[in-house]
C-alpha cells in the first residue's frame, strides 16, 4: 500500500481506506449516524483537551511541540477517521458538502466585510 499524504491522496482514496479497514473487523454494524457523530465528538473533545487552558500562543507553541506532536497527530487523524466513516455510512459526498458550505459562508461572510473579523455574520 503507497503511503498516504495530503499532496497525492485524494478524499476517495481516505474513504475507501476507512471502509475496507472498518470492513475488515465488521465494524459497519456498529457505525450508526448516532454513534459515528457521538465518536466523533469525542474525538475532538480529547483534541482539543491537549490545548486546554492555553492562549493563543501557547496552543500554537503545544502544536509544535515533538513530544506533543505525535499524540496530536493521533487525535485529528481519528477526527478525521470518524468523519470520513459517517460520510461513508450516510451517503455524504464530502467535496460537493464543503464546496456547498464554503459558498454559503461566502455569502453570510463577504471579504469587504469580515476580512480579519472574527464577529459572526449577524454582527458585520
Known amino acids: 500500500m503507497k503511503p498516504m499524504q495530503d499532496n497525492s491522496t485524494t478524499v476517495a482514496e481516505l474513504r475507501a481506506r476507512v471502509l475496507a479497514f472498518v470492513r475488515e473487523r465488521d465494524w459497519e454494524q456498529f457505525h450508526s449516524p448516532k454513534n459515528l457523530s457521538m465518536a466523533l465528538s469525542a474525538e475532538t473533545a480529547e483534541l482539543m483537551e491537549h490545548f486546554l487552558w492555553a492562549d493563543a500562543p ?67
Open 58 to 124: 501557547a496552543s500554537a507553541a503545544v502544536a509544535r511541540d515533538p513530544k506533543k506532536r505525535g499524540d496530536i497527530e493521533d487525535e485529528i487523524a481519528d477526527v478525521c477517521i470518524y468523519a470520513l466513516e459517517f460520510a461513508n455510512i450516510c451517503g455524504i459526498d464530502l467535496a460537493a458538502a464543503v464546496e456547498a458550505k464554503l459558498a454559503k459562508n461566502a455569502a453570510k461572510y463577504p471579504v469587504e466585510k469580515a476580512r480579519g473579523r472574527s464577529e459572526k455574520y449577524t454582527e458585520l
